[in-house]
């Protein structure tokens, strides 16, 4: 399967990518809360949105590409539209909701595309119990891509046997991934120990 | 369902990240009282299994798709704080990589599903396992069904608090699309369980913190 790795642009030479990750975490945090807390007039949500833009040219981030990753949230947006219809004033509230996620989102994507997974890792191993948080995530970001690879394995198995998997089916084959994902961690932490990783 | 940025007030994301990252360090805490190296990869590998199950669509009649939550069904192998800590981190990633979720809602995301699913689900199922034993099967059903159900209703008063919705206009709709959700998640626990059961019962038996 081909996977879109989202630090691709981490290797670019641009504006965000030579911030520090701490820096940048908590430049976002900032500006998450700042776009939490604006009041609900269109004039506020300009300089957040030419900030969004002003990024993306000197990261060097393709706006079209950068689009596409942003829609991903639509879905979401229409059941919490179709919620929100029912309140009074409620098509309002959903423009303005609609509007901070959309900035949110795009911060918290300008964030990711332009940071090295393994310097996030790293940043985050500072942080208090950070080792436990900072292991788990870099396992996640290893593994995950192999994971779904051989769920897409098996399914392909079952139906090229001429079975169409149906719900039950799909239990039985997450139950799979789960011991194949088990064992695997097993002769993980055997390659991990054999090269002399400890606990810290 | 993942809240994103945006769709909840200051209050609502102070109360629930306040909380949230509370028991965070709390499941931390108890996760390396009795931690060993062995259990590391075993979360690891997990988390990359939890994130997977959320990310992977399951076709449905009628053209829609469902993704699992699977929170209930790794708090009954890992235990309840191994399963809040590993989902929170799964639903942190989604946020940060995928754009399922937000960061700040980050709170509210793991006490609907997280906290629930795990801590909430597995000491439910605990005590009513031990009450009746022998209807094990029925209440990881049961169980997992109802964490999806109280998933929704949190999701419900976190949007009402924040003065998005109308809990009462709101409520049929969203228990409606959770009940078929939570339906579909009680029998993908229940199979696969007992799979689990059937062909690697060790699995079972690890160490539940």
């Known amino acids: 399967m081909k996977h879109h790795f989202i630090d691709d642009f981490a290797y670019k030479k641009g504006f965000l990518q030579r911030v520090d990750t701490g820096l940048k975490v908590i430049l976002l945090i900032l500006l998450l809360l700042c776009v939490l807390v604006i009041p609900e007039k269109v004039l506020f949500y300009i300089p957040f949105i030419i900030l969004t833009f002003l990024f993306l040219i000197f990261s060097k981030i393709p706006f079209i590409y950068f689009l596409k990753r942003i829609l991903i949230i639509f879905p979401f947006l229409l059941v919490l539209f179709s919620l929100s219809i029912f309140k009074e004033n409620g098509l309002r509230i959903f423009l303005f909701s609609f509007l901070k996620s959309l900035i949110s989102i795009s911060f918290v994507f300008l964030f990711v595309m332009t940071t090295k997974m393994t310097a996030l890792s790293e940043f985050i191993k500072k942080l208090p119990a950070g080792f436990l948080i900072s292991d788990i995530f870099s396992f996640l970001y290893r593994y995950f891509f192999l994971l779904q690879d051989e769920f897409e394995k098996m399914k392909r198995a079952m139906i090229s046997k001429g079975k169409n998997p149906k719900l039950k089916d799909y239990a039985l084959l997450s139950g799979n991934l789960f011991i194949r994902s088990y064992e695997r961690s097993e002769r993980v932490l055997k390659a991990m120990i054999s090269r002399g990783w400890k606990i810290k | ?209």
């Open chain 2, 1 to 209: 369902m993942h809240i994103p940025d945006g769709f909840l007030d200051l209050k609502t994301v102070s109360a629930t990240n306040v909380f949230s990252i509370g028991f965070l360090f709390y499941s931390i805490k108890k996760i390396t009282k009795k931690l060993n190296p062995e259990r590391i990869p075993l979360l690891g590998l997990s988390c990359a299994f939890i994130f997977t199950l959320e990310v992977i669509s399951f076709p449905l009649p009628g053209g829609t798709t469902v993704h699992l939550s699977g929170a209930f069904f790794i708090s009954l192998i890992l235990g309840p704080f191994s399963g809040f800590f590993i989902t929170f981190i799964s639903l942190f990633v989604q946020a940060l990589i995928l754009g399922h979720g937000g960061i700040l809602t980050i709170g509210a995301n793991s006490l609907n599903i997280a906290f629930t699913g795990c801590v909430m689900g597995y000491y439910f199922y605990k005590f009513f396992e031990e009450l009746f034993p022998s209807f094990k099967t029925m209440w990881i059903f049961i169980i997992s069904f109802l964490t999806l159900i109280t998933g929704s209703l949190l999701l419900l008063i976190e949007l009402t608090i924040s003065g998005k919705i109308l809990f009462s206009k709101s409520l049929f709709p969203v228990l409606f699309a959770h009940t078929i959700a939570g339906i579909i998640e009680g029998i993908f626990t229940v199979s696969a369980i007992s799979f689990l059961q059937r062909v690697k019962p060790e699995i079972l038996k690890t160490q539940k913190i």
